[in-house]
């Protein structure tokens, strides 16, 4: 790998971690947390607060989906003559920036339910800021990926190179049918 290929992987890793710590405090912003309900037997999920709990999780894939394909654009139109090594390079960036999101997270979003102390019958504890599987950070590399592959898709074909005696070699060309 050249110097200046390395220099602009390490590049994209720094900004998608960047944008992984930005992205959890925006995921902060936009999900409301479940909450929990202290009774006498302890603390309680009813039904409507685990579909809550669902919407942390769905708004964490959306998030990294969104930006998984924009960064994954990005990227192609950036480095398109770097070929292949891109699809690495969006792997491990999109894995870096999910990491960095669910952290950020856990550190700054409300602390574990089980752990607060002074609460009371009725009172109402927040749910924590994490993920239960691995899936939910795929959702970056598989964003990443799709922008990748949009990006190539929609890209014009590079001009064909012909012999230069303006003869073409006629591979692919629609009056070259065999009937």
Partial sequence: MSRTRLSAAVLVVLLAALVGIACGFLWLLI???AQWLYTEQ?????????????GIVAWFVVIGGV?????????????SPD???LVPLVVVAGLVAALLCSRVGLAFGPPDPAGVTG????????????????????????????????SVYVRPAAPRESAGDGSDDGIGDADQIVR
Wanted: hydrophobic share 60%; aromatic share 10%.
């Fill in 42 to 54: 302890g603390l309680v999920l009813d039904e409507a607060a685990a579909a809550q709990q669902f």
């Fill in 119 to 150: 609460i009371e019958v009725g009172d109402r504890v927040p749910l924590r800021f994490a993920l239960d599987a691995f899936s939910p950070l795929l959702s970056w590399v598989i964003g990443g990926l799709l922008g990748l592959a949009a």
């Fill in 31 to 33: 999900a409301e947390p």
């Fill in 67 to 79: 930006v998984g394909l924009i960064g994954g654009w990005a990227l192609e139109r950036w480095r």
């Fill in 83 to 85: 070929g292949w090594i």
